[in-house]
Nanobody, 126 residues
Framework: QVQLVESGGGSVQAGGSLRLSCAAS????????MGWFRQAPGKEREGVAC???????SSADSVKGRFTASLDNAKNTLYLQMNSLEPEDTAVYYC????????????????????WGQGTQVTVSS
């Protein structure tokens, strides 16, 4: 059974940085696409970034140049490095993994992912 566990969330002031981690059990990183999504209070869940089995990434325009998704296959961990954080980035962040999709990923395509973590809260104050 696949389990994804996010960590690294917290509270930070605008302009600060955080690095989210996603550790998986029962899952082989680099075989399929993985991604990050977020949901702010009162809003729908939205895609943030994804990384496919070849290491190619796709990210939302709102985070380009600030957020970077990466994989450490040796540690079986997915990361989201978040720099220059803004209050609008406040949300619960979710890690997602695909158990079947090997193609190029697009950050907004939640249908690619059939495994989800429980989420970690990120709060950015102005």
């Amino acid at each position: 059974q696949v389990q994804l566990v996010e960590s690294g969330g917290g509270s930070v002031q605008a302009g600060g940085s955080l690095r989210l981690s996603c550790a998986a059990s029962g899952y082989t990183y680099s075989s399929y696409s993985m991604g990050w999504f977020r949901q702010a209070p009162g809003k729908e869940r939205e895609g943030v970034a994804c990384i496919d089995s070849r290491g190619t990434t796709s990210s939302a325009d709102s985070v380009k140049g600030r957020f970077t998704a990466s994989l450490d296959n040796a540690k079986n961990t997915l990361y989201l490095q978040m720099n220059s954080l803004e209050p609008e980035d406040t949300a619960v962040y979710y890690c997602a993994a695909s158990g079947y999709y090997r193609g190029n990923c697009y950050y907004a395509d939640s249908w690619l992912f059939n495994f989800w973590g429980q989420g970690t809260q990120v709060t950015v104050s102005s």
